[in-house]
């Protein structure tokens, strides 16, 4: 196995999680969506992966624990940052300096964590 292909994750209110997604992160909904599951584009669309409703009970279940997904971005951490402030996202911690480049962290509503990366030059 060389790459990830494709990450899609269980959310409990699918409406929720899109507006999240698309009002407050600036996804864009792909036409592969259905009614099941949202799929999203990003960064024009080069990212894609979905939000979907639950295969399995996840009711009792604390969702996110463990997952993180990364999306680079074009522009400034620090420009992405007020973006998401002003927005009312609250950021987890402060922007970071990774050996990847700058990094800032948010947790979507079921709390997956988000981080949104600025590659080294």
């Known amino acids: 196995m060389r790459r990830l ?3 899609s994750l269980q959310v409990r209110d699918l409406e929720v999680s899109k507006d999240f997604y698309t009002t407050k992160l600036g ?3 792909s036409e592969l969506s259905n009614p099941y599951a949202y799929v999203f584009k990003f960064n024009k669309g ?6 979907r409703t639950p295969v399995t009970n996840i009711d009792d279940k604390e969702l996110g624990v463990g997952v993180q997904l990364w999306f680079a971005i074009e522009g400034t951490i620090e420009d992405l940052q007020a973006d998401l402030t002003a927005k009312g996202i609250a950021i987890l911690g402060t922007v ?3 050996p990847f480049g700058k990094t800032v962290i948010v947790k979507d509503p079921d709390g997956y964590t988000l981080t949104f990366l600025q590659p080294n030059a």
Not at 46 to 51: G, L, P, R, V
């Open 27 to 29: 996804f864009e909904v």
């Open 5 to 7: 292909e494709f990450a």
């Open 96 to 98: 970071n300096t990774t």
């Open 46 to 51: 080069e990212a894609s992966f979905a939000i």
